[in-house]
């Protein structure tokens, strides 16, 4: 069961992490028997996408570009990645049993310095970071980190950092909801704003809301509500539409979009229905996303492309809406690899 199996995952990208983490990760588990997964380099994909993706397998980063898979790099213990602006950049987490790191990597893959240093001689001072973010000017890195801490009190709160300046001049941004998990997936927008993911104890036990943040450290507003379990937001290119996973408290998630005009978002669509759905990123052209699923007997990750075109929405009374039967067809695009669920997908 998807979110029964959340120490598993959760256990192997962070053994401190906190239980509203535990459980979206627990999300992405299946209990398949895995047949083994091959290297991306070596698979051809169904069909060739535009622009650049990157994804990983197994701690290895690899670049998906004209229908080919090139490794960037060495095989390392890479987790997550995010792009800069000029795309000749990349921040990358590795990790150990003890602590995680973000590395300023080259668009090859070779690492240029280490960005942050949490892993010291003293258990109970390692500290973690995740999921990078460039900020729109290139200056600047977002991303969670689990500071300040109390006791075995330990939410991630975003952060951020210069990208050409030390750890010492990090600040925090946000202010994590106690024993929750914390603050994840930030996405700086222009004008200082910030949106990402909280988790929050609800009537039911802990959920996820999409949070917009207007500057540091302020109260912020939930975008989304808590019945709707709302993670792994993705801005389209335009700035105008957010795609998210929803899981409504269940074991399997949506693919929704919804519009977004910089402060609120409007009525929410279901474009894919319920599954093992994750990491969704927006095509360069806006044209349609991507994310990764499960396929195949051996219940290995893989990429499917969701091509559409933007219909027309009316609200319904709860304000959602679905989109129309038949009007979105999922093409898988990969076959043998096992991609990991819990990067984000970077496309450009």
Not at 77 to 95: G, N, R
Not at 112 to 132: C, E, G, M, S
Not at 229 to 255: E, F, H, Y
Not at 313 to 324: L, R
């Amino acid at each position: 069961m998807m979110r029964k199996l959340a120490l598993v995952l959760a256990i192997a990208l962070m053994p401190a992490f906190g239980f509203g983490v535990y459980t979206y990760l627990g999300s992405l588990k299946t209990k398949a028997v895995r047949a083994t997964a091959v290297k991306p380099v070596e698979t051809k994909p169904k069909f060739a996408l535009p622009g650049t993706m990157i994804v990983i397998q197994d701690g290895g980063l690899y670049k998906l570009s004209g229908g080919t898979f090139t490794e960037l790099g060495k095989a390392g213990s890479w987790s997550q990645v995010a792009v800069s602006p000029d795309h000749t950049k990349l921040v990358a987490v590795s990790q150990n049993s003890l602590a995680s790191e973000l590395s300023l990597l080259g668009s090859d893959g070779h690492v240029i310095k280490q960005l942050t240093h949490d892993r010291v001689a003293i258990l109970d001072a390692n500290h973690w970071a995740f999921y990078p973010r460039i900020s729109l000017d290139g200056k600047t890195v977002y991303y969670s980190f689990d500071q300040p801490k109390r006791g075995y009190q330990v939410d991630l709160a975003v952060w951020s950092m210069p990208l050409n300046g030390p750890q010492a001049q990090a600040r925090r941004m946000t202010t994590p909801n106690d024993h929750t998990g914390g603050d994840v997936t930030p996405i700086p927008l222009s004008g200082g704003a910030l949106l990402y993911v909280k988790y929050t104890l609800g009537a039911t036990g802990i959920a996820s809301q999409i949070w917009l943040q207007s500057r540091p450290l302020a109260a912020g507003t939930a975008l989304t509500d808590l019945a709707s379990d709302c993670n792994q937001p993705s801005l389209s290119p335009d700035g105008n539409q957010l795609a998210m996973i929803c899981t409504s408290g269940k074991q399997s998630g949506r693919l929704v979009v919804a519009p977004f005009d910089g402060r609120r978002l409007g009525p929410m669509r279901t474009v894919l229905a319920g599954g093992l759905n994750a990491a969704p990123a927006w095509a360069p052209d806006g044209s349609g996303l991507a994310y990764l699923a499960p396929a195949g007997a051996g219940g290995h990750f893989q990429l499917w492309w969701l091509p559409f075109a933007v219909p027309a929405v009316s609200a319904s009374p709860s304000g959602s809406a679905t989109a129309p039967a038949g009007r979105l067809a999922p093409k898988q695009v990969t076959t043998d690899v096992d991609l990991t669920p819990t990067t984000p997908l970077v496309w450009y």
